[in-house]
């Protein structure tokens, strides 16, 4: 069995199109080709354990993962956990991969294969509310579908967002990169905005003219008591586009919404539908909301197990 740690996966990524593999789980998806239950949620108070299993026709794969938030005061990861894979054919154990990075990696080819199908091909800026691992990768792949030329940075904690574009600008040398201290500027300088956190209560302004036009990509809200998105943003929509139906059991950003008369379920889409029929967004205003599926991260896991092997990475472990 193969053991692939943080390191590991973030050399093998640099060596495979993660975009074009969440692409084809997104067709899987559509095609139903795969086995996958809900995933399994158990909480202690604000803290989340998940267990997200999957089959598809290649491969069986699980992932288990905590989410504690309290880590970040502890200067410990917020999300730890791991991902296994196993023989289709057999059952053993082939593989165990870091779940955080799995998820940091797979969630940013999400957040930008969103962006590739929802937003303007020539958008040219982009928003972070949210400076952490998740929001960071966002950028990063961001990048690949869009010819950015600025980026926009706020987070509550100033010495981590200084610290968050330190790091990026080494990723991203030839982007403007600005931290932003007021979120209204910061949405009204970007074409794209993307959420990236825990909050309960919205986190962009309730202003219609505001977000008139704007491209959300929310990745935070995955409890029905999560909200990133205003009221406001909803009237606006012809529209809202997701990465799958389980969207509507889990998160706020699509319960509440249902639940006060703001959208219906005729205008709930999945990314894989307006991926095959090529959703018209223009000048209009977009809304793409994941929560996450096994499926993708069995696919990215997979995608890149297969490229460890290739270039000999990782470490080998007895069953």
Known sequence: MLYLNSKDIEEIVENIDL???VE????????????MPDRIHLDKGEDTVLYMPCITKDIIGTKI???????????????????????????LPKAILNGSSITAFRTGALGSTGIKYTTKK???????????????????????????KNMYIFDKNKDKVDEFKVKLKKKLPNISIKVEDNIEKLVRNSDIIITATPSESPVIPNDKE??????IIAIGSYKYKMREIPDALYDLLDEVYVDTELAVEESGDII???????????????????????????GKTTLFKCVGMALLDV?????IFSKALELKKGTKIPL
Do not use: C, W
């Open 19 to 21: 975009i074009e593999i």
């Open 299 to 303: 696919v990215v896991a997979e995608g």
């Open 210 to 215: 505001l977000l008139k036009g704007k491209h």
């Open 122 to 148: 020539d958008s040219k800026s982009i928003g972070l509310i949210g400076a952490g691992v998740q929001g960071f990768h966002q950028l990063l792949f961001a990048a690949k579908v869009r010819n950015i």
């Open 256 to 282: 509440q919404p249902l639940e006060k008369g703001l959208i219906n379920k005729n205008q709930i889409k999945t990314l894989s539908e307006i991926m095959s029929r090529e959703a018209d967004i223009t």
């Open 24 to 35: 084809k789980g997104f067709k899987m998806y559509g095609e139903k080709s795969y086995q």
């Open 65 to 91: 993962l905590s989410l504690f938030p309290q880590n970040k005061d502890k200067n410990l990861p917020v999300i730890s956990g791991i991902m296994l894979l196993n023989d289709i054919d057999t059952g």
